[in-house]
């Protein structure tokens, strides 16, 4: 069984990661560091941003394949899946732009992540209490 409205997601999310994989990258080259920023804020806003979508997309992706699978509705996990993955866009953008700091665009991201989190639990919870329950 295939799982397209995840892999849809999974895509965008795996081409997110490349952007901020270079951003990281045109700081260790210009710093000619592998291991640390230099105390360089815009440079430790680059790794953040790349490790915090390396923390959260894996999970929030995982969930809505098992959902999808499971037989959860396409349209659902549609809408889960966007809040990921446009949470986890304006995080960056957040992150990047606000140099680390407090920043609109890292606090809607956030939140949409956390909500995307969330209702793909819930609808796995719902899910196995329609089979099982």
Do not use: C
Not at 64 to 73: F, T
Request: net charge positive; proline share 3%.
């Amino acid at each position: 069984m295939i799982v397209p409205v995840t892999a849809v997601f999974a895509a965008v999310t795996g081409l997110l990661l490349l952007v901020l994989s270079a951003q990281v990258v045109k700081y260790r080259l210009k710093y000619r560091k592998g291991l640390g920023v230099n105390e360089d804020p815009e440079f430790e806003a680059a790794v953040r941003a790349h490790a915090n979508l390396v923390e959260y997309a894996p999970l929030g992706l995982i969930m809505l394949a098992i959902a999808e699978l499971n037989g959860v509705s396409g349209s659902l996990i549609y809408w889960a899946g966007m809040a990921l993955v446009v949470g986890r866009i304006l995080h960056a953008w957040g992150m990047i732009n606000g140099k680390g700091g407090p920043h609109w665009a890292r606090m809607i991201g956030i939140l949409l992540t956390w909500l995307a989190i969330l209702v793909a639990a819930l609808l796995l919870f719902w899910n196995v209490w329609q089979v099982y329950g």
